[in-house]
């Protein structure tokens, strides 16, 4: 499918850098507003991506790389002979902004390995390398599009959970990238998208991606997946990825491994759509990756408007580990690892 075709269904760009600063669409006021936020520090851009102003793990990642820009920028600035020195203070604040998506943390290392090569002012060296990250994780989308439609037979739908497109990455998507590219190959004819509780990603995110794409969807419930399924109305389950420990094992966003239970029950395949930079070699499965616990109101309350009784606790766990051995396929722009294991993990990213 030629790119260009496929970019008809690309239209949102949600990470952005304009003429000396980063500039990120709110996501905290989709669908009803396109609020876009200017920052021009680490510190901004840190609680940007704690307070979920930008969200998703490769977009957290895009967004930490110009971070250390505007970063490096101001300590050369104040310290023209000690900036690097100076830099490690807001680095610390970025890598601390969220614990569990890995991209993170990459993105930080590429962009701190440069560090030592730059001589003089490092603003236009570093902006040159996140730049080149930015456009890296748009193209790896596009292959991972490519790489993701080409499993799916010609079916009715697929079903989705979490936002994995434009918004959360460089542009395009990982999971629904490949739900672009299979929209536009006539592979799929229609979307199911998980509302996502309890920041609600699919309602206000996957679903605006969608419309705004005009690719035919329905939201449904995220308890409504396993009827779904047993009514055959799909044939994958399509997610993404914040972290793939070296074995397989896929941490998203909760609720994923529930869709992959449901799916093995009823024959509907488990696709995983991530970017290689989300693989951890150094964490050998899912025990030990980090699962990110985020504040109890989101779940008592929407739209700062409490729905639950006065005194109820609630447990919000941000994300949930799925076996490698539920995952059908994991896709990368590296190429496909079909059920993945240790091995197969391993050969992958030596290639």
Same mark, same amino acid.
């Given at each position: 499918?030629p790119?260009?075709?496929m ?20 996501? /905290?006021?989709?669908?009803?507003? *396109?609020?876009?936020? %200017? ?44 900036? /690097?020195? +100076? ?7 970025l ?13 930080? +290392?590429? #962009?701190c ?5 730059? %001589? ?7 902006? *040159?390398?996140?730049? /080149? ?130 799916? /093995? ?5 488990? #696709? ?20 990110e616990?985020?504040? %109890? ?7 700062n408007?409490r ?30 690892? *079909? ?13």
């Amino acid at each position: 499918m030629p790119k260009t075709l496929m970019s008809q269904h690309d239209s949102i760009r949600a990470v952005e850098w304009k003429d000396n600063h980063l500039v990120l669409l709110d996501q /905290r006021k989709l669908p009803h507003n *396109e609020q876009y936020v %200017q920052l021009y520090s680490a510190e901004e851009t840190a609680e940007a991506i704690r307070n979920m102003v930008v969200r998703g793990a490769p977009a957290i990642g895009i967004a930490a790389a110009y971070a250390v820009v505007m970063a490096a920028r101001k300590s050369y600035k104040q310290y023209p002979h000690d900036w /690097r020195k +100076r830099l490690e203070a807001e680095i610390e604040i970025l890598q601390n902004a969220r614990p569990t998506a890995v991209n993170l943390m990459w993105a930080l +290392r590429r #962009m701190c390995s440069a560090l030592d090569e730059v %001589q003089g002012d490092p603003e236009e060296p570093l902006l *040159e390398l996140a730049q /080149r990250l930015h456009q890296e994780d748009i193209d790896a989308n596009y292959r991972m599009g490519e790489l993701g439609s080409a499993l799916i037979a010609p079916s009715h739908g697929v079903l989705t959970h979490c936002n994995t497109g434009s918004l959360a990455t460089g542009g395009y998507g990982t999971a629904l990238g490949v739900i672009r590219s299979a929209y536009s190959n006539g592979k799929i004819q229609h979307v199911y998208a998980d509302e996502t509780r309890p920041w609600w990603q699919g309602s206000r995110l996957t679903a605006w991606e969608l419309v705004k794409d005009k690719i035919p969807a329905h939201l449904l419930c995220d308890s409504a997946a396993a009827h779904l399924m047993k009514q055959g109305k799909v044939s994958w389950v399509i997610v993404g990825s914040d972290r793939i420990a070296a074995n397989g094992d896929v941490a998203n966003k909760i609720g994923t491994y529930s869709l992959a239970v449901n799916a /093995r029950y009823h024959g509907v395949k488990f #696709m995983v759509v991530a970017p290689t930079s989300t693989i951890d070699l150094g964490t050998a499965n899912g025990a030990d990756i980090p699962i990110e616990e985020r504040p %109890q109101e989101e779940v008592l309350n929407v739209a700062n408007q409490r729905i639950a009784a006065h005194h109820t606790l609630a447990w919000n766990p941000a994300f949930d580990v799925t076996p490698a051995s539920l995952v059908d396929a994991l896709v990368t722009e590296k190429g496909v690892v *079909e059920c993945p294991t240790t091995e197969k993990i391993a050969a992958l990213m030596a290639s």
